[in-house]
């Protein structure tokens, strides 16, 4: 069973910088795409970020592009995403996901990925 597990989430002072990981467990090939979603308070689940299984093709939600980078370590089955000039918008639980794909195409939406994590708490407040 395919599992993912994130950490790294806590509280931020606007501006400050996190980085969330996602472990992945029981996979059972390379060719896995990973994302991360994340959902505020009385708001839907929205996409932040995404990677093809290959690292080689990467999407941003406009809202955090040049501030957000996602990243992969292949060899050790996790998945980053690295969080600067964090705004008190950026307030959520982040979830990573993924889905057995083995293609170029980086998904945004969340019906595509069929793996989830419980989330992690990300508090941007000064």
């Known amino acids: 069973q395919v599992q993912v597990v994130e950490s790294g989430g806590g509280l931020v002072q606007p501006g400050g910088s996190l980085r969330l990981s996602c472990a992945a467990a029981?996979?059972?090939?390379?060719?896995?795409?990973m994302a991360w979603f994340r959902q505020a308070p009385g708001k839907d689940r929205e996409f932040v970020a995404g990677m093809n299984w290959s690292g080689g093709n990467t999407n941003y939600a406009d809202s955090v592009k040049g501030r957000f980078t996602i990243s992969r370590d292949n060899a050790e089955n996790t998945v980053f995403l690295q969080m600067n000039s964090l705004k008190a918008d950026d307030t959520a639980v982040y979830y990573c996901?993924?889905?057995?794909?083995?293609?170029?195409?980086?998904?945004?939406?969340?019906?595509?990925?069929?793996?989830w994590g419980q989330g992690t708490q990300v508090t941007v407040s000064s």
């Open positions: 996901a993924a889905t057995s794909a083995r293609t170029g195409m980086v998904f945004a939406a969340a019906p595509y990925y069929n793996i």
């Open positions: 029981g996979l059972t090939s390379s060719y896995y795409a």
